[in-house]
């Protein structure tokens, strides 16, 4: 699979909570569309729920690469009774471009190792329904600088191009464009054109 490829991930963010014997899981999923809003998002929950016993995160994300980087961390679960069995939601689901982070108040019942694979996995899978499964077609996002000079042919190509952009109008014009991968490079091509190589695209 590549970078351009089509794939599955959750619609939004969504959240799902159940006890087990006395302890308190909330499982908080989200689409991301790169490692560090993964890492954004597990920190913000782990901040919002600074008092909870165990804030346990995974994720999985397409790099512009193709690579597929997974992590899970049991956050001071027992090894492999925590992180593994969310992250193994996430693949059996074949999700990518999606993070969690399930949040535990112990309840003073052990749960056990089978327990807590249970939960952490349940609770994984309900936050996953509760935000719906979509498919989605990857995007790219570059900026595009220019004089005012060129303002008006760089607005015009990306109003009839795929993708979406907003523009900062400033000292010079910058586009931030948000575009499908696959239609990435003809844009950007179709831009240096227009203005002659006189566009800075990053």
């Known amino acids: 699979m590549t970078a351009t490829d089509p794939y599955s991930t959750v619609a939004e963010r969504a959240s799902a909570a159940f006890e087990v014997q006395g302890s308190e899981f909330i499982g908080y999923v989200a689409p991301v569309e790169s490692e560090t809003a993964a890492e954004a998002f597990t920190d913000e929950i782990a901040a919002e729920y600074d008092d909870a016993t165990h804030v346990v995160p995974a994720y999985r994300v397409r790099t512009e690469d193709g690579y597929l980087r997974e992590y899970s961390n049991d956050d001071g679960e027992p090894s492999g009774s925590a992180g593994k069995p969310a992250l193994n939601v996430l693949q059996g689901q074949e999700l990518e471009n999606v993070a969690v982070a399930i949040v535990r108040y112990y309840g003073g019942t052990n749960l056990g190792v ?27 996002q570059f900026t595009v600088t220019v004089e005012y000079d060129d303002s008006g042919s760089v607005r015009s190509v990306l109003e009839g191009g795929p993708g979406s952009f907003d523009a900062a109008y400033e000292e010079r014009v910058q586009f931030v464009v948000s575009v499908p991968s696959v239609e990435a490079e003809a844009l950007r091509d179709r831009l240096r054109s227009t203005t002659s190589g006189r566009a800075t695209i990053e």
């Open 114 to 140: 089978g327990g807590l694979v249970s939960a952490y996995g349940r609770s994984t899978a309900d936050a996953i329904e509760a935000a719906g499964v979509v498919e989605r077609e990857p995007h790219e």
